[in-house]
Nanobody
Framework: QVQLVESGGGLVQAGGSLRLSCAAS????????MGWFRQVPGKDREFLAT????????YYADSVKGRFTISKDNAKNTVRLQMNSLKPEDTAVYYC??????????????????WGQGTQVTVSS
């Protein structure tokens, strides 16, 4: 019954910024660890960032550390991914995910049980 809807994707020039948002069904963001992943056609889904259910801890993949920031707003029941200094290799479909079974999140995609449909991000050179 958990629903996640990503938005904010689009076309941006290299070096630019983009903010992705994930609108969740009621109380999802405050109840579960949340994560962002991305996927290129023919490739495995790649971990990007996660935030604990309490918001007290975050963790980032080395490829985006220092450039991307995950955050959440419990009142709005949303999780966001601020992406700065974008590179052409960041081009992918970006997915929002929730650890609906309370497995403490993490970097493994299999620990996330609820997923959005994804939003396309294209970074031009």
């Amino acid at each position: 019954q958990v629903q996640l809807v990503e938005s904010g994707g689009g076309l941006v020039q290299a070096g630019g910024s983009l903010r992705l948002s994930c609108a969740a069904s009621e109380r999802t963001v405050s109840s579960y660890a949340m994560g962002w992943f991305r996927q290129v056609p023919g490739k495995d889904r790649e971990f990007l960032a996660t935030i604990s259910w309490s918001g007290e801890s975050t963790y980032y993949a080395d490829s985006v550390k220092g450039r991307f920031t995950i955050s959440k707003d419990n009142a709005k029941n949303t999780v966001r991914l601020q992406m700065n200094s974008l590179k052409p290799e960041d081009t992918a479909v970006y997915y929002c995910a929730a650890d609906c079974n309370n497995d403490y999140g993490g970097i493994q995609k299999d620990r996330y049980d609820c997923w959005g449909q994804g939003t396309q991000v294209t970074v031009s050179s």
